[in-house]
């Protein structure tokens, strides 16, 4: 490809609203261009390195007996409807209706669609399949941002094992695991797998794979033993504590206080971890306490993880008032009967506690949890901070920004059974196929790439996706001799079976050398007048700046030893 036959709408200035760097240089370097927000319009350099991201996907997922499809991305309400997840999805769904008034949504993902299929299955012999397609999918985003990080259309590799039993679906997974690390590792990337919920997938277990990057959105625990988790996920091992000899009961008054650090600074109450905070969730319609210990806060999506698809939301002021009687503040759950109790595991055997009485203005303190408080349901709750013991080996825990560029789920029979896809077992019983479902953000890949392999002066591709393998800058294409060894350089290149970008444009050395670094060719040939004299070109690697002086009649093969 010659640069002034392309589409290469460079930049000189960065994006006013680009905050990650993947952003700020896919704009720049004339990738991608946004059509409204969360909406992104890829250009021909984009596509060339979607392309190869996809087609690194295809290999390792064929590899491992995956079989392709195209499914529809417009579904009827119906398959949501049975899986439960129509009300589930909530706004993030797109939800359309037809001329006939018919409910539709645009896919967000192929669960259901992959199940219903699954119905065409009739025995164990049938079985294993993993299914997989690369196309578009559609959420509605409350807050699309970062570029092609997060946004509201975006193609995924999103594949589906089916099995007729759990054994089998760990084999599969495993495969999926070690086929995603591939994946990854050849695309340029280093990722971390971390356990992680599950959210709305559902589902036995998922791990994520995770690239460090400040520009990410998901918090990760790490420790130098090699334990790993998403925080929605992440415990720690807190240190032992001394409570005091039991004691009886006392209701004291505490004008004012509301809040566990007004508790803290009031005469006669107690310090934040020797506290019981009292939180209302409305859990399908029913008001239910959660309990944690004064200076811990809760990790919501634990919660929600442990309530098993259950609705559940932040109480309100008027229900608060209703359920127990007092505001927030002069909350506890001591005497509570006829309500749903559940505890983080840190508040197990404690006493010595302080909390609300359920009267404004008014506190408990020598609260013997196991005495004073019927706990119906023991959790790990808390949010997990920095410096805190790992449960592995105690050593300190340390928190760091990650994009998430991949997340694989055992979601067991949970669709099948809704769906009814069955087989017949060995024993000619029907049972429900066992899934997992594994999938890929094909752009959010790119842009971990480029949040990964950057400089202050651009891009830095690795090879294997990189638009073009090398960039032959003409630096005088006036002039008759250095165009006639650039044109010939070029077609010995693309004989040799190199992907070529040529920038013959009538533009300053300067300008050239700046788009080249910019949209990150891996390397770089320089060919000039000077050069030439001496019998050679310039030959430089973008990621080191190496540069290297090579007859002309030996790049190729100096090319070719370099892209292996």
Same mark, same amino acid.
């Given at each position: ?36 927000? @969360? ?45 439960? !997840? ?17 409910? &539709? ?21 049938? &079985? ?10 559609? !959420? ?55 356990? %992680? ?25 790490? /420790? ?146 196991? !005495? ?17 013991? /790992?449960?592995? /080996? @105690? ?95 070029? !077609?010995?290149?693309?004989? %040799? ?63 070719? %030893?370099?892209?292996?």
């Amino acid at each position: 490809m010659r640069w002034s036959h392309a589409f290469i709408p460079t930049l000189r200035e960065d994006p006013a609203d680009s905050i990650a760097a993947s952003h700020r240089l896919l704009v720049r370097a004339g990738y991608i261009r946004q059509l409204m927000a @969360g909406s992104y319009s890829i250009l021909p350099l984009a596509m060339r390195v979607r392309d190869k991201i996809i087609e690194v996907i295809r290999h390792e997922i064929d590899a491992i007996g995956g079989q392709e499809f195209l499914l529809p991305a417009l579904h009827p309400s119906e398959v949501w409807k049975e899986s439960g !997840r129509w009300d589930l999805m909530g706004e993030e769904m797109f939800r359309l209706a037809d001329r006939k008034g018919a409910d &539709l949504v645009l896919g967000m993902t192929h669960e259901e669609v992959f199940a219903s299929l699954a119905r065409e299955l009739h025995s164990y012999r049938d &079985l294993p399949q993993i299914w997989y397609q690369i196309q578009t999918k559609f !959420r509605d985003e409350p807050r699309p941002k970062s570029g092609i990080l997060r946004v509201r259309e975006f193609t995924m590799k999103d594949s589906y094992s089916l099995d007729v039993d759990g054994d089998g679906l760990d084999h599969q997974f495993d495969l999926h695991r070690q086929a995603y690390l591939n994946i990854f590792r050849r695309c340029g990337m280093e990722p971390i797998t971390v356990e %992680a919920s599950s959210g709305a997938m559902g589902g036995s277990g998922s791990v994520e794979f995770m690239v460090f990057s400040e520009a990410g959105e998901d918090d990760i625990v790490t /420790c130098s033993c090699g334990y790993a988790a998403n925080l929605e996920t992440a415990t720690s091992a807190l240190p032992p504590v001394d409570d005091p000899a039991p004691a009886e009961l006392e209701e004291f008054p505490t004008p004012g206080v509301r809040t566990i650090k007004a508790l803290e600074d009031f005469e006669g109450g107690a310090s934040a971890d020797r506290q019981i905070k009292t939180l209302v969730y409305i859990v399908d319609d029913q008001p239910t306490l959660v309990l944690l210990r004064g200076d811990h806060d809760l990790m919501e999506q634990k919660l929600v993880d442990a309530l098993g698809g259950a609705r559940a939301r932040p109480a309100v002021s008027d229900e608060i008032v209703a359920a127990l009687g007092a505001h927030a503040g002069s909350l506890g759950a001591v005497g509570v009967d006829g309500m749903r109790i559940i505890a983080d595991r840190a508040l197990d055997g404690r006493r010595g506690l302080t909390t609300g009485a359920n009267v404004d203005d008014r506190h408990f303190r020598n609260v013997d949890v196991g !005495r004073d408080i019927t706990v119906g349901e023991w959790l790990d709750l808390r949010l997990v901070r920095p410096g805190e013991g /790992c449960v592995e /080996c @105690g050593q300190p825990l340390r928190i760091d920004k990650a994009i998430e560029v991949g997340h694989i789920f055992k979601l067991g029979t949970r669709y099948s059974q809704a769906l009814g896809a069955t087989v017949m077992d060995t024993e000619g019983q029907p049972v429900p196929v066992v899934m997992g479902s594994y999938g890929i953000g094909v752009e959010r890949a790119m842009a971990a790439i480029v949040e990964t392999s950057h400089d202050d002066r651009g891009i830095i591709w690795p090879v294997a996706v990189a638009p073009y393998h090398v960039v032959v800058t003409v630096v005088r294409p006036g002039d008759p001799a250095t165009s006639e060894a650039a044109e010939q350089l070029y !077609r010995d290149l693309v004989e %040799a079976g190199v992907e070529v970008l040529m920038d013959d444009r009538d533009e300053r050395p300067g300008v050239k050398f700046a788009d080249a670094e910019l949209i990150g060719i891996p390397f770089r040939i320089t060919v000039g007048p000077r050069s030439l004299e001496a019998g050679t070109v310039e030959f430089t690697e973008r990621r080191t700046g190496e540069v290297e002086h090579v007859a002309p009649v030996d790049v190729a093969a100096h090319l070719m %030893a370099r892209l292996g």
